[in-house]
């Protein structure tokens, strides 16, 4: 029998322990090794949704210590027949998370990867939005230096002007009202910003209003967990 590589989603928000389907926790049980952005998060995160589970019966391994290291490892794993879970920080592994170079590799290998179901902050962002689902873009963190910021910016209003698409993005959390400055600085007084904060947490907020609405209302989103997403048309 081949390795299976599971790619197990995890909690957006510790108490929405909801989010996760039952089925996920015979699927750990399930795998022998476990391949984990944060092995701590991941380790309460598991106890969090079955106590029965023997956290230390697992191998583990913390995906981006010692990159090269960790690929042979992954390749070993494999050849050794062992089934794999794969879990990210928060989310959905592979989408916005160092797990795709994991992946990457067990397709090349040739060996099923199993998406399962779980919450993915993109797309419950986009849902929530009103933008445009049909054609989108996720294109990351902006840059950091404040002018090379400022042209990203605008390339992406323009991009998602001519497209008429959704661009999506992200922030480190303490930078996230320097960032909404900025798009209220740059951006063309009609276009659309949407803010999902905290999603499925209890404190969720999602808002989407033109750039000239938001400079009436500016709420403060310091260190949370915050997705973006621009529409100009």
């Known amino acids: ?20 389907p039952l089925y996920i926790i015979d699927t750990v ?19 969090s949704i079955c106590k029965e589970i023997i956290i230390d019966d697992y191998e583990w391994f913390t995906i981006h210590k010692a990159e090269e290291e960790q690929r042979n490892t992954f390749r070993q794993k494999i050849k050794d027949k062992k089934n794999i879970a794969i879990i990210s920080e928060a989310g959905c592994p592979g989408i916005a998370d160092p ?5 990457d590799i067990a397709q090349q290998m040739n060996i099923t990867v199993k998406p399962l179901v779980g919450p993915s ?38 991009s998602s002007h001519k497209k008429n698409s959704t661009i999506i993005f992200i922030e480190t ?9 900025t798009l209220l600085k740059t951006c063309r ?32 989103f310091h260190k949370k967990p915050v997705i973006f997403l621009l529409s100009s048309f």
């Open 99 to 103: 797990g795709q170079i994991l992946i």
């Open 173 to 181: 959390p303490y930078r996230n009202n320097q960032l909404i400055e």
């Open 121 to 158: 902050s993109i797309l419950l962002a986009l849902m929530a939005s009103g933008m445009n689902g049909q054609h989108f873009e996720f294109v990351g963190y902006l840059p950091i230096d404040n002018g090379e910021r400022i042209k990203s910016i605008k390339e992406l209003e323009n």
């Open 29 to 47: 049980k399930d795998c022998q090794v476990i391949f984990a952005e944060n092995e701590r998060t991941a380790r309460r995160f598991l106890k």
């Open 189 to 220: 007084p009609t276009t659309k910003i949407c803010i999902a904060a905290e999603l499925t947490g209890p404190n969720e907020y999602v808002k989407t209003k033109t750039v000239a609405d938001w400079k009436n209302d500016i709420t403060d």
């Open 1 to 20: 029998m081949s390795s299976v590589v599971y790619l197990i989603p995890s909690v957006l928000d510790e108490l929405a322990i909801n989010t996760i």
